[in-house]
């Protein structure tokens, strides 16, 4: 469960980091491609190579949907419906994998931060990656 002092400190960072999506997400996709490479069957059609159009492009999506959801964390089912749907019925991506891009975000989120991704900022935002990786894959059940 998240405090209010976390949920507010999670809103903060990633509405700061919105000017930098497309760096963020090309970075967390392009980790989890080296790191899990079964997770590029799902992205076969795009060009994936680091700094790509593509990985750029779907990277800042990636983002924009997490730092929306950030928003009002409270809300985040509601926020998420439409992509819950795409990756369950459309897509039909493996949940797993949420959970595997969750760490790889935390991972570009700590080179890209720094020493402003303090312990709290971790932990706060290790937290919300798992509630939205959760909420992403509730229509597997």
Not at 1 to 16: G, N
Not at 49 to 68: F, M, Q, T
Not at 108 to 119: E, I, K, Q, S
């Amino acid at each position: 469960m998240l405090s209010k002092k976390q949920k507010e400190l999670i809103a903060e960072i990633w509405a700061s980091l919105t000017p930098v999506a497309e760096d963020i997400g090309a970075d967390a996709l392009g980790r989890m491609f080296a790191s899990y490479p079964g997770t590029k069957t799902y992205f076969s059609h795009l060009d994936i190579s680091p700094r790509s159009a593509h990985l750029l492009s779907h990277g800042r999506k990636i983002v924009l949907a997490i730092a929306e959801g950030a928003r009002d964390i409270g809300q985040l089912t509601v926020t998420l419906a439409p992509l819950q749907t795409l990756h369950a019925y459309q897509l039909r991506i493996d949940p797993a994998n949420f959970k595997l891009f969750s760490h790889c975000v935390l991972v570009a989120l700590a080179c890209h931060m720094g020493d402003d991704f303090t312990p709290d900022a971790h932990a706060a935002m290790d937290k919300y990656m798992s509630a939205f990786a959760a909420v992403l894959s509730e229509k597997y059940r």
